[in-house]
């Protein structure tokens, strides 16, 4: 058995995967467990390129019925932008674009109900 496998962790707390099968090719060693790695890369980039998107596309959406006092789609859309941001995806800025988009939603949701809130417990109650 070769000293590294595809599931070897850096150890460190993230979860990223250490770069053993890329220092292991470029000695020239085993290039099937190369191709598999790469591969593997390729499809953990996907993903986290994914959540990217759909904090940002949940961030725009979260903008436009910010009115309608609705939380879970802004929520929804920072916990894929910060979920993208910590595995350090290649669309990290549409990421934070997202988030920032999700943020300014909430506070927007807050600063129209809260005033409807209060002028309801103070004309019913």
């Given at each position: 058995?070769?000293?590294?496998t595809i599931d070897d962790k850096s ?114 109650i």
């Open positions: 058995m070769d000293k590294f150890g460190n707390d993230n979860g990223h995967y250490n770069n053993i099968a890329r220092d292991t090719f470029d000695n020239g060693e085993d290039e099937g467990y190369h191709e598999m790695y790469l591969e593997y890369e390729k499809e953990e980039q996907l993903v986290n390129s994914t959540n990217s998107d759909i904090s940002f596309i949940l961030g725009i959406i979260s903008i436009f019925i910010s009115f309608c006092f609705q939380i879970y789609i802004p929520v929804f859309s920072i916990y894929c932008g910060i979920k993208a941001i910590k595995i350090n995806a290649q669309r990290k800025r549409l990421a934070i674009a997202g988030v920032i988009l999700s943020i300014v939603s909430l506070v927007l949701s807050f600063a129209v109900f809260l005033p409807i809130v209060i002028y309801l417990i103070k004309n019913f």
